[in-house]
């Protein structure tokens, strides 16, 4: 879904803001879409490689079905290359796991006390066309449908899949648009646009992950959090605990870091949360 072709056997896939120009043979940066004769294939349909019943409050989720258990999976790659990727095994996975179809999971989602699937672990959106599938058929059983996002999607997919969202965690990874481009391999824009189309229609809570030094300019995260404010003062905000993953070795972010994040945050904003710290 949503590619064209450009003409001998060249594709650009429309799915996220990288628009990648695929040649015959080769992969989109995500390397989870291939080009295959001028057809643009999904290499990660059905292919899921983690999943487990997991607490809400762990996508995290704090205001919407509090102390509730959600059915989560994920698969492998992503279509940002963050440094500091806290998923980074999982991410990178290049091993075969077999096909699990969409009714597979929602038979699972319905076990042990689960009121739904959450999307979730790698970046969704690079199995776009299975989380789709899969939500719809959730829809039809009663189930609730969860993403857990980068953000980093076109606004028409994004579209086409909201209405059968019933709440997303989305990353706010920086502030300023060079921290995603150096550090994230992406832009700040498209993120932003996520976070205010969809906040408009579904519940959506933000999570902004601090790193001392690198993220942590009070006078942009304070921009940033009147901007979140202005969109809606309700909108949960999650500030969480970066620690050393990956590529990135910067110590983990002080417990004070934390605390003034959320003292600026609060100044906007109703409900502040910090997460990966007993604060
Ligand atoms: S989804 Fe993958 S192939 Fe498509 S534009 Fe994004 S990175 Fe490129």
């Known amino acids: 879904m949503y590619w064209k072709s450009l003409g001998h056997m060249r594709i650009k896939c429309e799915l996220c803001p990288h628009l990648c120009i695929?040649?015959?043979?080769?992969?989109?940066?995500?390397?989870?879409?291939?080009?295959?004769?001028?057809?643009?294939?999904?290499?990660?349909?059905g292919k899921v490689v983690s999943y487990a019943y997991d607490p809400i409050e762990k996508k995290p989720l704090a205001h919407f079905h509090p102390d509730s258990t959600i059915f989560s999976i994920g698969t492998s790659k992503c279509n940002l290359t963050c440094s500091f990727c806290q998923n980074h095994s999982l991410v990178s996975f290049d091993g075969n796991v077999r096909t699990t179809s969409p009714k597979e999971i929602v038979t699972l989602a319905k076990q042990n006390g689960s009121i739904g699937i959450a999307y979730t672990y790698n970046e969704p959106t690079i199995w776009y066309e299975y989380m789709l599938e899969t939500c719809k058929l959730a829809k039809t059983e009663g189930l609730i449908n969860v993403m857990v996002t980068n953000g980093y999607i076109n606004s028409a997919p994004m579209i086409e899949l909201l209405p059968w969202l019933d709440a997303m965690n989305i990353d706010l990874k920086g502030t300023i648009n060079s921290f995603y481009q150096d550090i994230c391999g992406g832009t700040l824009q498209p993120v932003k646009e996520t976070i205010s189309l969809c906040s408009k229609s579904t519940h959506v809570e933000v999570t902004m992950l601090l790193i001392d030094s690198l993220n942590t300019n009070w006078t942009d995260f304070e921009r940033t959090c009147k901007w979140l404010a202005d969109l809606n003062s309700n909108l949960p905000l999650h500030i969480s605990r970066y620690f050393p993953a990956h590529q990135l070795t910067i110590p983990k972010t002080r417990l004070e870091t934390l605390t003034i994040a959320r003292e600026i945050a609060q100044k906007y904003l109703k409900n502040v949360h910090i997460g990966n710290a007993f604060i």
């Open 22 to 45: 695929i040649e015959n043979g080769k992969l989109g940066k995500c390397q989870a879409r291939v080009n295959h004769g001028g057809i643009l294939y999904t290499l990660s349909y």
